[in-house]
């Protein structure tokens, strides 16, 4: 004797239903995890519970009119289009969210009862409207809510308290429904103003990557430039020094000073590199204002002609200003080794009591006016004008001057100190 057909079907449901159940709560959370308007999801689901309670309360107020289905149509419009938001892809518009609203309180105030919760249906789907919609569509969607209230008002379904004379509801309820409608607008606004803040970081985050490229690259300029332009020199040195004197010593003093030069680069432009790995370091101190004699040291021993002086306090030079004053006199003096090799020229920093000026001059090759756009000018200039100051570079009576005045951060009293020192060039 086979199984009746009732009981195979019975049998097959509960066996689909664990299926069933899963595949529910996976759009559920598929859905939360992209809800269809820029909200958290806790405010979507508040306001979607706020509006499903509020229909509940207003249907269990009507136990009177049982066994009428009306407070059950009217829950279940409400539920209807809170699942078709939530298991499909259906945008909120005025439209899918109103109209289920307007039915459902349209057919519970069909049925009258005091203290009546059905209209604050109202107040949450208007709230709704204006937190998605521009005004042009909520404000029309909150008159025809108004137009529902004072309709039913005046057909004598909107009472209160046993008052059913007058406007004794109505007043309270077109107040609620302004205030959601103001609700709603607000955070509206308040995601407007997100997205116009994410857009600015947007452009914030984009041109600090561009203006931290452009530092690197500089960076890397500065170094590789100063370097092969002394590496050269040494080069030079010694291929004269085996070609015209033999001196092996000689030459091998200078191929010494390239190698050091050589693996100090590499060490530079490992550290500027390294600037863009996210990943911690410690690299070692930026050079400074008090770097400049040896860097100058290192070009004179290359056999440049090159004095420098040091007027006032190097301390009162700030780090930042130090290392862009430090880059600025190494790209100058990879300047003068490159177009002016047999040039002579003097450096000189003056700190004084709110200014700190790096001026570096050297003579120019017979037959040479200098070539500014040729010899690094504009990213010298760029930097003297982060860091608040100027740049002046051009030829003069048979010089050619680099010239930086660089305010100081916090202005030391005393006036100058003595000279620190000096390095004067062979």
């Known amino acids: 004797m086979g199984v009746p057909g009732p009981v195979r079907r019975s049998a097959a449901v ?16 598929a859905r939360l995890g992209n809800p269809p308007v820029d909200y958290p999801p806790s405010v979507i689901l508040l306001a979607d519970a706020a509006m499903l309670s509020i229909a509940i309360a207003a249907g269990f107020q009507r136990h009177a009119y049982l066994p009428t289905v009306l407070p059950v149509i009217a ?14 892809a259906v945008e909120p518009t005025p439209a899918t969210l109103g109209l289920p609203a307007l039915a459902a309180t349209a057919a519970l105030l069909a049925q009258p009862v005091e203290g009546d919760f059905a209209p604050f249906i109202l107040v949450v789907a208007v709230g709704e409207i204006a937190a998605v919609t521009p005004k042009r569509l909520s404000v029309p969607s909150a008159l025809v809510a108004l137009a529902l209230l004072i309709g039913f008002d005046l057909a004598g379904n909107l009472g209160w308290a046993g008052i059913d004379t007058g406007l004794a509801g109505l007043p309270m309820y077109c107040v609620g429904v302004l205030l959601g409608w103001m609700c709603g607008e607000m955070l509206r606004n308040q995601r407007r103003f997100l997205y116009q803040e994410r857009a600015y970081q947007a452009i914030r985050s984009a ?12 960076e890397v300029h500065d170094v590789i430039a100063h370097s092969l332009s002394i590496t050269l020199l040494h080069l030079t040195a010694a291929r004269r020094a085996l070609q015209t004197d033999e001196d092996v010593t000689e030459a091998t003093e200078a191929l010494v000073d390239a190698e050091r030069l050589g693996r100090q680069a590499m060490a530079d432009i490992r550290r500027t590199v390294g600037l863009l790995d996210t990943r911690p370091a410690s690299p070692a101190p930026e050079p400074g204002v008090g770097e400049l004699a040896d860097l100058v040291g290192d070009f004179v021993r290359a056999g440049l002609d090159l004095s420098f002086r040091t007027e006032g ?32 020229g003097a450096v000189r920093l003056t700190i004084g009591a709110g200014h700190v000026t790096l001026t570096v001059r ?10 500014p756009a040729g010899m690094g000018v504009t990213g010298m200039r760029r930097r003297a004008e982060l860091l608040g100051g100027e740049l002046s570079a051009g030829a003069r009576d048979g010089y050619w001057t680099v010239r930086v005045r660089v305010p100081l951060a916090e202005a030391r009293s005393g006036g100058c100190c003595p000279v620190r020192g000096a390095l004067e060039g062979r």
Not at 207 to 218: C, H, P, S
């Open 207 to 218: 041109q600090a990557a561009d203006e931290e490229r452009r530092r690197i690259a500089r």
């Open 313 to 344: 306090d190097p301390d009162a030079v700030s780090a930042a200003a130090g290392l862009g004053l430090y880059r600025i006199g190494q790209e100058s003096l990879a300047n003068v080794a490159k177009h002016a090799p047999g040039a002579c």
């Open 362 to 371: 050297n003579s120019l090759p017979s037959g040479r006016a200098g070539d």
């Open 14 to 29: 509960r066996d689909r239903l664990p299926a069933l159940r899963d595949r529910t709560v996976a759009a559920i959370r």
């Open 75 to 88: 829950v279940g419009l409400l539920l209807g289009s809170l699942a078709l938001f939530t298991f499909t």
